[in-house]
């Protein structure tokens, strides 16, 4: 009797510690349930603090609260503070639909600011349809998608590749070898990039997906090196990154004659590979931490007071950031901040001074305009941006040089 | 001539990860699912001892065996100990554990991958075969690890008590043999290898939180084919499956060979349910 209640004693232990270990980074603030104003307006902050993709989505989350701050140290909205309802999708799809639920229905908040994966976009996409809600989603992704209540202020594939491929075929040459976890992110971009190499004269000499996580790549290396490419372009993901590139370089292969070029490589990944392994190597984004404008200065140095010196800022981060900005912009100029068509109007057409410059949401597809830029690694660990674009891109969320005859299937206004 | 090469050092890799679950398993019958993040804490271990502190790699090495084995101490003292012959709860509770272990690495470390750089950067090149210095190292571990391995197991008390253990515990515990004792002294000493494990993964893979999972699926399969229980079979299985994986990626790319090499290994259990080496038994 006394072991069984032992054994359900250790058992217990573990299993709170367990929950405890999960929750422990959760911070929900402002008390659920009710609907008032008076005191605040409420939104809802999604993103996930446990889990595989917590790396990225955590820095996400801080970004949107740093917003809000500034938001609220400036006389928030229509007089009003923001207040932040924190929730944690924990990297699973559906835990982020019912999340997206609560806050919704039961935090009645204004809008939601949130989600990394497009599995947890989709998976939140009919709850906000079906509740009238916003969601203001903040990452890059594959595209082919319109929703009437989500604004997207990451970038679409277009934004990234239309500049990106020309100039690594221009600087580099035209054989392409293709390395990617296997998921439907790498799939969709390469097939824009395929395009575009038709358009601009390049080559495919090897394509090779491996499963997400997968972190052995000998035999993609030897692949590569019989192959015999001039750019190796990647969309690898999570753990796979910094694997991928350390075994490039202890195979000696050499990043000024065949550089790794990914459009999906951040400053994360190269605080977990190092300047060293990184260095030469090129990467495609609307912003780079180590980016030279004023707004990014201030937003750099607010975001390392309030997180940590050594915390790396993405171009995700930042579009989190200037998305809560976009969110509070919006939310000043509708006239009933309830209602989620007028809402999702007042984003059409604005503007707002972004770290990565000035940016705005289109007026027809919900989608925004961003900078596209090409930067490569340097011994100091940063991006140097070789090559951008003088002015904002425009969106396409079905991607000219894939579906041609779709320009208005996204046309919600 | 180079796929053999690399198959080698997938092989060492794949030694070096599942030597600590094979003694676990093999012995104590424990299926420790939070071997992978025994694995990870030996990385974050070489981490901060060789790239925050600058001290030498080896030390690295040292230290992430002693905090591996302290871990797996209190692993074995505090919620195993108390679990012995109730598989499903082991199963279970070693897989809470593993959740908590990542969880606390993530609330002090930060979920973001860190850095180690190799020691070990130059390569070796016989005409067309190139050889990373640290690949070949790994090989040469790997094969100094099993040897050591066979040593404590084969000429020290330890391992004689260990042995008799794994053979009849009934019987030992008659003989007087502490075999509590033994079974906390084994789940340190295999916690300590899976530790070394991540010193010497750490350089050539990511150190993340959430590293530890690949290597426990690759940890197991190695352990089931070898046969359980058996360093040979460890040693044997880990080399059947680095080669046939990579002189199949040549063919059919990773996805592909991954398939063909799960479904090699669950023929071969199919027909020899004890794996490739079957221990004795008396």
Same mark, same amino acid.
Not at chain 2, 5 to 16: F, H
Not at chain 2, 249 to 267: M, P, R
């Given at each position: 009797?006394?072991k069984w209640?032992?054994?359900?004693?250790a058992?217990?232990?573990a299993?709170t510690m367990l929950?405890?270990?999960?929750?422990?980074?959760?911070?929900?603030s402002?008390?659920?349930?009710?609907?008032s104003?008076?005191?605040?307006i409420?939104?809802?902050i999604?993103?996930?603090?446990?889990?595989?993709?917590?790396v990225?989505?955590k820095?996400?989350?801080?970004?949107?609260?740093?917003?809000i701050?500034?938001i609220?140290a400036n006389g928030?909205?229509?007089?009003?503070?923001?207040?932040?309802?924190?929730?944690?999708?924990?990297?699973?799809?559906?835990?982020a639909?019912t999340?997206?639920?609560?806050?919704?229905q039961?935090?009645?908040?204004?809008?939601i600011?949130?989600?990394?994966?497009?599995?947890?976009r989709?998976?939140?996409?009919?709850i906000?349809?079906?509740?009238?809600?916003?969601?203001?989603?903040?990452?890059?992704?594959?595209g082919?998608?319109?929703?009437?209540?989500?604004?997207?202020?990451?970038?679409?594939?277009?934004?990234?590749?239309?500049d990106?491929?020309p100039?690594m075929i221009e600087?580099?040459?035209k054989?392409?070898?293709?390395?990617?976890?296997?998921?439907?992110?790498p799939?969709e971009?390469?097939?824009?990039?395929?395009? !575009? #190499?038709? /358009?601009?004269?390049g080559?495919?000499?090897?394509?090779?997906?491996?499963?997400i996580?997968?972190?052995? &790549? *000998?035999?993609?290396?030897?692949k590569?090196?019989s192959?015999?490419?001039n750019?190796?372009?990647?969309d690898?993901?999570g753990?796979?990154?910094?694997?991928?590139?350390?075994?490039?370089?202890?195979?000696?292969?050499d990043?000024?004659?065949?550089?790794i070029?990914?459009?999906?490589?951040?400053?994360?990944?190269?605080?977990?590979m190092?300047?060293?392994?990184?260095?030469?190597?090129?990467?495609?984004?609307g912003?780079?931490q180590?980016?030279?404008?004023?707004?990014?200065?201030?937003?750099v140095e607010?975001?390392?007071?309030?997180y940590?010196?050594n915390?790396?800022?993405?171009?995700?981060?930042?579009?989190?950031?200037?998305?809560?900005? !976009? #969110?509070? /912009?919006?939310?000043?100029?509708?006239?009933?901040?309830?209602?989620?068509?007028k809402?999702?109007?007042? &984003? *059409?057409?604005?503007?707002f001074?972004?770290?990565?410059?000035?940016?705005k949401?289109?007026?027809?597809?919900?989608?925004?305009?961003?900078?596209s830029?090409i930067?490569k690694?340097?011994k100091?660990?940063?991006f140097?941006v070789?090559?951008?674009s003088?002015?904002?891109?425009?969106p396409?969320?079905w991607?000219?040089?894939?579906?041609?005859?779709?320009?208005?299937?996204?046309?919600?206004? | 001539?180079?796929q053999?090469?690399d198959?080698?050092s997938?092989?060492?890799?794949?030694?070096?990860?599942?030597l600590?679950?094979?003694?676990?398993?093999?012995?104590?019958?424990?299926?420790?699912?939070?071997?992978g993040e025994?694995?990870m804490?030996g990385?974050?271990?070489?981490?901060?001892?060789?790239?925050?502190?600058?001290?030498?790699f080896?030390?690295?090495?040292l230290?992430?065996?002693v905090?591996?084995a302290?871990?797996?101490?209190?692993?074995?003292?505090?919620?195993?100990?108390r679990?012995?012959?109730?598989p499903?709860?082991?199963?279970?509770?070693?897989?809470?554990?593993?959740?908590?272990?990542?969880q606390?690495?993530?609330?002090?470390?930060?979920?973001?991958?860190?850095?180690?750089?190799s020691?070990?950067?130059?390569?070796?090149?016989?005409g067309?075969i190139?050889?990373?210095?640290?690949?070949?190292?790994?090989?040469?571990?790997?094969?100094?690890?099993?040897?050591?391995?066979?040593?404590?197991?084969?000429?020290?008390?330890?391992?004689?008590?260990?042995?008799?253990?794994?053979?009849?515990?009934?019987?030992s515990?008659?003989?007087?043999?502490?075999?509590?004792?033994?079974?906390?002294?084994?789940?340190?000493?295999?916690?300590?290898?899976?530790?070394?494990?991540g010193a010497?993964?750490?350089?050539?893979?990511t150190?993340?939180p959430?590293?530890?999972l690949?290597?426990?699926?690759?940890?197991?399969?190695?352990?089931?084919?070898g046969?359980?229980?058996?360093?040979?079979g460890?040693?044997?299985?880990?080399g059947?499956?680095?080669?046939?994986?990579?002189?199949?990626?040549?063919?059919s790319?990773?996805?592909?060979?991954?398939i063909?090499?799960?479904?090699?290994?669950?023929?071969?259990?199919?027909?020899?349910?004890?794996?490739?080496?079957?221990?004795?038994?008396?």
């Amino acid at each position: 009797m006394k072991k069984w209640l032992w054994n359900s004693a250790a058992v217990g232990l573990a299993m709170t510690m367990l929950l405890t270990g999960c929750g422990g980074a959760k911070k929900t603030s402002g008390n659920s349930g009710g609907g008032s104003d008076s005191d605040g307006i409420k939104v809802g902050i999604l993103f996930s603090l446990s889990g595989a993709t917590a790396v990225t989505e955590k820095g996400m989350a801080n970004a949107a609260l740093l917003a809000i701050e500034e938001i609220n140290a400036n006389g928030g909205v229509k007089g009003k503070k923001l207040i932040p309802v924190q929730e944690d999708l924990a990297s699973q799809p559906s835990v982020a639909a019912t999340k997206a639920k609560k806050l919704l229905q039961q935090d009645k908040v204004v809008a939601i600011v949130g989600g990394y994966t497009s599995a947890s976009r989709q998976a939140m996409l009919p709850i906000v349809e079906q509740n009238k809600g916003v969601l203001v989603y903040p990452t890059l992704y594959e595209g082919e998608e319109c929703s009437k209540n989500i604004i997207y202020t990451g970038a679409t594939p277009n934004q990234q590749l239309q500049d990106f491929v020309p100039w690594m075929i221009e600087n580099y040459g035209k054989k392409f070898f293709f390395i990617g976890s296997d998921y439907v992110y790498p799939a969709e971009t390469n097939k824009q990039v395929k395009a !575009l #190499l038709k /358009k601009f004269g390049g080559e495919v000499v090897g394509e090779e997906y491996v499963p997400i996580g997968h972190s052995e &790549f *000998a035999s993609v290396i030897n692949k590569i090196k019989s192959a015999q490419p001039n750019v190796i372009f990647s969309d690898l993901v999570g753990d796979s990154v910094a694997a991928f590139y350390k075994q490039y370089k202890s195979y000696g292969l050499d990043p000024a004659k065949m550089p790794i070029a990914s459009p999906i490589t951040a400053e994360t990944d190269l605080a977990a590979m190092g300047a060293e392994v990184g260095e030469g190597h090129i990467t495609s984004y609307g912003y780079f931490q180590s980016l030279d404008t004023p707004e990014n200065k201030k937003f750099v140095e607010a975001y390392h007071t309030k997180y940590g010196q050594n915390e790396p800022i993405t171009s995700v981060i930042e579009a989190a950031y200037f998305s809560t900005h !976009l #969110l509070a /912009k919006a939310l000043e100029k509708t006239d009933d901040i309830r209602n989620a068509e007028k809402l999702i109007k007042a &984003f *059409a057409g604005l503007e707002f001074q972004a770290p990565q410059g000035k940016i705005k949401i289109d007026e027809h597809n919900n989608h925004a305009y961003l900078y596209s830029r090409i930067a490569k690694i340097g011994k100091d660990g940063q991006f140097h941006v070789v090559k951008e674009s003088k002015e904002p891109i425009a969106p396409e969320p079905w991607a000219k040089i894939l579906f041609p005859d779709k320009e208005k299937t996204c046309h919600l206004h | 001539m180079q796929q053999i090469a690399d198959g080698a050092s997938v092989a060492g890799i794949l030694v070096i990860v599942a030597l600590g679950l094979s003694i676990i398993f093999g012995v104590m019958k424990v299926i420790n699912m939070a071997h992978g993040e025994l694995i990870m804490i030996g990385a974050y271990t070489t981490y901060v001892v060789y790239t925050l502190n600058d001290l030498p790699f080896y030390v690295g090495m040292l230290a992430a065996f002693v905090v591996a084995a302290i871990v797996g101490f209190l692993m074995e003292t505090l919620v195993i100990k108390r679990l012995y012959g109730r598989p499903l709860e082991t199963l279970l509770a070693t897989w809470g554990i593993s959740i908590i272990l990542q969880q606390v690495i993530r609330m002090i470390f930060g979920p973001d991958g860190k850095t180690v750089i190799s020691p070990l950067a130059d390569k070796l090149e016989i005409g067309q075969i190139v050889i990373p210095h640290f690949r070949l190292f790994i090989i040469l571990f790997a094969i100094g690890l099993l040897i050591a391995t066979t040593f404590i197991l084969f000429k020290t008390k330890f391992g004689t008590q260990f042995r008799t253990v794994a053979q009849n515990r009934e019987m030992s515990e008659c003989l007087g043999i502490n075999t509590s004792r033994i079974d906390t002294y084994t789940f340190a000493f295999g916690a300590g290898l899976a530790g070394v494990a991540g010193a010497v993964l750490a350089p050539l893979k990511t150190v993340s939180p959430t590293m530890g999972l690949s290597y426990l699926v690759d940890a197991f399969m190695t352990v089931v084919l070898g046969g359980v229980g058996s360093l040979a079979g460890t040693a044997l299985g880990s080399g059947v499956i680095g080669e046939t994986s990579q002189l199949l990626t040549t063919i059919s790319g990773e996805t592909g060979a991954k398939i063909l090499v799960f479904l090699l290994i669950i023929l071969v259990i199919r027909f020899k349910p004890e794996g490739l080496f079957r221990m004795e038994r008396r």
